[in-house]
């Protein structure tokens, strides 16, 4: 499933092929993907100028010289193809620029979704309304996270993964930011130390700018025809290491499910 990495890494390597292009064709294949695709998509697109790219959270944005902002999400298996070699069942928009490049949204499992909305509005966008601050902007602060875990009792880890606390925080990054900061997944939220949040601030851009640096070295790659964005294997400090050792203390990993989510921690530093 995408991560906040992988949809980074996705708008990075669309950027070259899209910002300053104008749209020439746009093509939904189908009515929806999780909801349903704009009715007016392609005549509010078509022949608009891609004037910017950015993520919020785990959306990734196209802005257009028409006021509107193409919103895609990509769901458990979505992701752009640049220059496909040809066009599969599973390609749901195809876009054309007038320098002739063509990308597809594929996304087999439909889990992802595509919304447009004016660009004046992009906060009264429903999903991100309510979000938090943004992991590796400003706003981050231990300050911050001390103000909202403040009382707290449910486990440090569940509280990081609710969105209104961090926006796009997923259950692997979260793992990883508590073993680099040495912080127990399960410990209360409110029980979290000043000098454990100060760690847990740094340690949560690092992980995400490690694996985001990882995507950007198989950016290359993307020149390549058929070229796919937003995957990359990534090395885990505890993530899907259970029964290895901790990175720090050789300290044995270990793996718990709770809710059909595993967590991976090192009993040995994160007390
Ligand atoms: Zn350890």
Not at 101 to 111: E, G, K, T, W
Not at 174 to 188: F, S, Y
Not at 201 to 207: L, R
Request: charge should be positive; glycine fraction near 12%; charged fraction near 25%.
């Amino acid at each position: 499933m995408p991560e906040l990495p992988e949809v980074e890494t996705t708008v990075r390597g669309l950027r070259p092929v899209l910002e300053g292009h104008r749209l020439t064709r746009v093509e939904p294949r189908r009515a929806d993907l999780r909801h349903a695709i704009p009715a007016d998509l392609r005549q509010r697109l078509t022949g608009a100028t891609v004037t910017g790219l950015g993520r919020r959270a785990k959306y990734g944005l196209i802005e257009t010289d028409r006021g509107d902002t193409l919103i895609f999400h990509l769901g458990m298996s979505g992701r752009w193809r640049i220059d496909p070699d040809g066009i599969g069942k599973h390609d749901h928009l195809l876009l054309e620029t007038e320098s002739g490049h063509v990308l597809a949204l594929n996304d087999p499992r439909r889990f992802g979704s595509l919304d447009l909305v004016p660009t004046n509005a992009l906060e009264n966008f429903a999903a991100f309304k309510a979000l938090g601050p943004e992991p590796l902007g400003p706003d981050l602060t231990s300050a911050y996270l001390a103000g909202r875990l403040d009382g707290r009792i449910a486990p440090i880890k569940l509280l990081l993964l609710d969105q209104r606390v961090i926006a796009g925080l997923g259950n692997i990054y979260v793992c990883e930011a508590l073993n680099l900061a040495r912080i127990n997944p399960r410990k209360p939220g409110g029980q979290v130390s000043g000098p454990a949040l100060g760690r847990l601030v740094e340690a949560i851009p690092k992980v995400l700018d490690a694996a985001i640096d990882a995507g950007g070295s198989t950016l290359r790659d993307y020149a390549r025809p058929d070229g796919q964005l937003g995957y990359f294997s990534t090395q885990f400090r505890v993530y899907g290491r259970e029964g290895e050792k901790c990175p720090y203390d050789r300290g044995i990993i270990r793996r718990q499910v709770d809710g059909g989510r595993s967590t991976f921690w090192c009993p040995k530093c994160q007390r």
